[in-house]
């Protein structure tokens, strides 16, 4: 009963990762990525938006339930799922940290101005576009840890 209940709060700090992502590309990214630098302006200035500040904390929480859950899931069926989702969500936090954080950053920290850059426009919708993608990967590892669900928590 213990190992489903840690499972189960795993899938849940795991889905709230996806969740954050979703919220974000349906309400801030087509903002911000419309027209910059005008339309950078949300993240600028005493007070911006600092949306960093959730995938700091969640990021790290999500490693470590998954460390203590496949140390109790080891010998049962659902290892096979965590080690799916474990490894690909480190090799997308590897990529996300290349990539995302400092091509976003990048962008954001683009001095206001009232005229649309192109080069910049690009390079805010290729962020968005891979983005998605990786939004696409984060549902489809959802799925496959709440898969593990039903799954024998002993050795199977």
């Not at 302006?41 to 949306?51: A, I, N, P």
Request: hydrophobic fraction near 55%.
């Amino acid at each position: 009963m213990k190992k489903d209940l840690l499972y189960a709060i795993c899938c849940f700090a795991f889905i709230i990762v996806a969740g954050g992502a979703v919220y974000e590309h349906v309400n801030m990214v087509p903002t911000w990525s419309a027209a910059p630098p005008v339309s950078l302006s949300m993240f600028q200035g005493e007070y911006g938006l600092k949306g960093f500040l959730f995938w700091m904390i969640i990021h790290p929480v999500n490693l470590v339930l998954f460390t203590i859950c496949l140390i109790f899931h080891w010998k049962s069926e659902r290892r096979k799922s965590l080690l799916i989702v474990i490894g690909s969500y480190v090799l997308i936090l590897v990529i996300t940290a290349v990539y995302f954080v400092p091509e976003l950053m990048s962008i954001l920290k683009t001095p206001f101005a009232a005229t649309t850059d192109a080069d910049l426009t690009r390079r805010a919708s290729l962020w968005e576009t891979l983005s998605i993608a990786r939004l696409g990967v984060l549902v489809v590892l959802s799925m496959i840890l709440l898969m593990g669900l039903t799954k024998s928590p002993s050795r199977g």
